[in-house]
């Protein structure tokens, strides 16, 4: 076996984004892209020889072959050890647990999330550090830097390891180590959670289905909910994770898990729905007859958590990213938490969290979690939902009703503009930006601006900033729009707009969002003029 050193070029367009890189497969598997992005990575981390690294993926088409890159590469660069999850699979929490728990150095994540899959899908790789968490900017900047000076990478010729046989391998000098993707992972949340009451639940006749979307969950779900927790057999729907995702898009929310929506909504509902996505971070909560949304279930989570065993001592601190709603905030306010607002991303929690100054945080992107790890966690929020309704013994419709009557509702939601021209967005976000010192005092459709900033973060516990992180609105009547560009997509530009408003009156609890806020969606229409710049009638996807 010999170490090859391959003569390359840098290539454009390998800027990480809110998550890593993410591409078309097609674009990942074109000469050289995968390995000179991972030789970025080795070069940005400050080089890997005598690393111990996790590696993993969702299991979507390539997966198997980027990671035999990836081995063949650490091995080239002197890497010690590699842990890898069985036929290189991790969801992305249990990545970010082996990697605190075995000490690793960081770990490689290979997965575009919620991103469709298959060979005319997208793929993704991200690198994690020791704490478990995503590459704070600092690092993903130097791994884009080296992206753009790169002349060669070094690899290893060797055959593939075999990644279906757990146990202990060698590729040249640098042993591999193939782990059971679950068993850690399962073992954390029992520790977490009161499993005995969550299964006397289910045995006195509680009902639940769990949408795993073909992805990588499914494994994970069975294992928890059916075979552990004792939920009816057949549970667990689309367990069986396909590099294509059955055709699906692994993103849950009221569309993409449309059949899920529609069946609790239905009239045989079971007692609690949930979803998760790709890599198994993200979640959807649902129960009989009700959508609870991120942000949410966020707030609900927060206010209950004390009643699950890990985090009855109380809880350090919330946090959620600026364009989740305020609904976290009043829970905080009442239970006498500091609550911090970070921008778009995981990565931004992880200081505060490796601080001790949070213990849960969450996204308006469906993402919440806990200082367990440092990514979300989709199974760990479906465990505390039902660990804290093994304790209420309520319905979630009503357990949201006392929520919403002890702290208002937040009316939420979130419209997508998919696939616009890059340039068109850009110099919609240009054009407003140049317009924000003069906008507060004057009309926004049915509204008046009462203020208008563009977010920039000052990180409490290293002092970084991270600026240009969406524009915000606040409106006359108590509502907020915020307008950002979403850093995951992989064609064209995403515009996103967020649209809030608190509500008090317990008369008016119980609207549908969009009607609650249709002046606030007008106002954002007179803002932004997005349907004249795109040429649409209206968003892609409202979530
Ligand atoms: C990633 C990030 C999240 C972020 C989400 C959406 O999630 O980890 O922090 O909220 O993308 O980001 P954007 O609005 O820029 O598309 P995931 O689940 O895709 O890894």
Redesign the pocket.
């Known amino acids: 076996m010999q170490i090859e050193t391959i003569a390359t070029r840098p290539i454009d367009g390998q800027k990480p984004?809110?998550?890593?890189l993410?591409k078309r497969v097609s674009v990942f598997m074109e000469p050289h892209f995968l390995e000179n992005y991972v030789q970025a990575v080795w070069q940005g981390i400050g080089g890997a020889k005598g690393a111990t690294l996790v590696l993993g993926g969702d299991g979507r088409y390539f997966n198997d072959r980027a990671a035999q890159v990836v081995l063949r590469m650490a091995a080239a660069e002197g890497v010690t050890k590699v842990i890898v999850g069985q036929n290189a699979i991790l969801s992305?929490p249990a990545a970010s647990h082996l990697i605190r728990s075995r000490k690793a150095t960081g770990g490689i994540i290979l997965?575009?999330?919620?991103?469709p899959g298959g060979p005319e899908g997208d793929f993704g790789l991200?690198y994690n550090g020791s704490n478990g968490g995503?590459a704070p900017e600092s690092v993903t900047e130097k791994i884009f830097a080296a992206t753009k000076t790169i002349s060669e990478y070094r690899i290893l010729s060797a055959h593939d390891v075999d990644l279906s046989a757990i146990g202990t391998h060698r590729m040249g000098e640098m042993e591999v180590e193939v782990v059971d993707p679950v068993t850690d992972y399962a073992m954390l949340m029992e520790s977490l959670f009161d499993f005995d009451a969550i299964a006397k639940m289910f045995a006195g006749g509680f009902t639940m289905v769990f949408d795993a979307m073909h992805a990588v969950t499914g494994p994970y779900a069975k294992a928890i909910f059916e075979d552990r927790l004792g939920a009816a057999p057949g549970s667990v729907l689309n367990a069986v994770p396909l590099p294509d995702f059955g055709g699906g898009h692994p993103d849950p929310n009221p569309i993409w898990a449309k059949d899920l929506m529609d069946r609790m909504m239905g009239p045989h509902a079971p007692d609690f729905g949930a979803a998760s996505?790709?890599?198994g971070?993200?979640n959807m909560i649902l129960g009989r007859g009700i959508y609870v949304t991120p942000s949410d279930s966020l707030a609900a989570l927060a206010a209950n958590a004390t009643l699950a065993p890990a985090y009855k001592g109380g809880l350090k601190g919330l946090a959620r990213?600026m364009?989740t709603s305020g609904a976290v905030d009043r829970v905080a306010e009442k239970l006498g938490l500091d609550c911090y607002e970070t921008p778009?991303?995981?990565?931004?929690f992880g200081n505060l969290l490796d601080a001790g100054r949070i213990t849960i945080c969450g996204?308006?992107?469906?993402?919440t979690s806990s200082d367990h790890v440092r990514?979300?966690d989709g199974l760990w929020a479906v465990l505390l939902w039902l660990n804290i309704l093994a304790e209420k013994k309520q319905p979630v419709a009503e357990l949201m009703a006392d929520h919403w009557k002890s702290y208002g509702r937040n009316y939420y939601t979130r419209h997508d503009y998919e696939e616009v021209e890059t340039a068109i967005a850009d110099a919609m976000v240009d054009e407003i930006r140049g317009r924000l010192d003069d906008l507060p005092g004057s009309a926004a459709g049915p509204l008046t601006v009462e203020a208008a900033d563009e977010f920039a973060y000052h990180d409490p516990v290293d002092g970084s900033v991270a600026e240009q992180q969406g524009l915000r609105f606040q409106l006359s009547g108590g509502g907020r729009v915020v307008i950002?560009?979403?850093?995951?997509?992989t064609v064209g530009a995403?515009v996103?707009v967020y649209l809030e408003r608190l509500e008090t009156d317990p008369a008016k609890l119980d609207a549908d969002p969009q009607e609650a806020l249709a002046p606030i969606i007008e106002a954002a229409e007179a803002l932004t003029g997005l349907k004249a710049r795109t040429g649409r009638t209206g968003p892609d996807v409202i979530t």
Request: charged residues 30%.
């Open positions: 984004g809110t998550s890593g993410r992305t997965s575009a999330s919620h991103n991200k995503p996505d790709g890599d971070d993200r990213s364009p778009t991303g995981w990565k931004f996204e308006e992107s469906a993402g990514e979300k950002r560009l979403s850093g995951t997509g995403t996103r």
